[in-house]
């Protein structure tokens, strides 16, 4: 049973995509994500986890979009249910990730202690790490 179907934004929503994740717009430093939740399911759930699904880097320095999407993510962050949500999006602010490229997952957890199987995954999202500063020649 699908919980959720995930889309991350930056300044434009990305539409979901399929695996592998090619032709996508990678997004830099994304800060939002959005979700639609179930109204069925959304009063059983206790809280959802974002999964961050690590691409390969390409020798040019780009995120290789093409590349199957692995199983297991790399780290994970819950991300507390909302007390109340009007409509069917939920909106909440990423929470600070590792440094490389990514496409994000999400899953609910039901008061029974149960998991939903990860959502689609998001368009793919590079953290790059901050430039150097500084630089003098001596």
């Known amino acids: 049973m699908k919980f ?15 695996v592998p994740v090619a032709a996508q ?15 069925a399911s959304y009063a059983s759930t206790s809280k ?16 290789d979009t093409a590349a199957t999407v692995p ?6 962050t819950d991300i507390l249910k909302p007390a109340s949500t009007t409509g069917i999006d939920i909106t909440t602010t990423i929470p600070s990730h590792p440094i490389g490229c990514y496409v994000a997952k999400l899953k609910a957890l039901d008061v029974s202690g149960l998991f939903s199987d990860w959502s689609n995954a998001t368009g793919p999202f590079v953290n790059r790490p901050a430039s150097p500063t500084g630089v003098v020649a001596r």
């Open 4 to 18: 959720l179907s995930i889309a991350a934004l930056a300044v434009l929503a990305l539409a979901l995509c399929a």
């Open 71 to 76: 199983a297991s993510p790399v780290q994970s």
């Open 25 to 39: 717009a990678v997004v830099e430093h994304p800060t939002t994500l959005v979700w639609n939740h179930e109204l």
């Open 48 to 63: 959802y986890v974002m999964g961050y699904f690590m691409l390969p880097v390409k020798a040019d320095n780009t995120c």
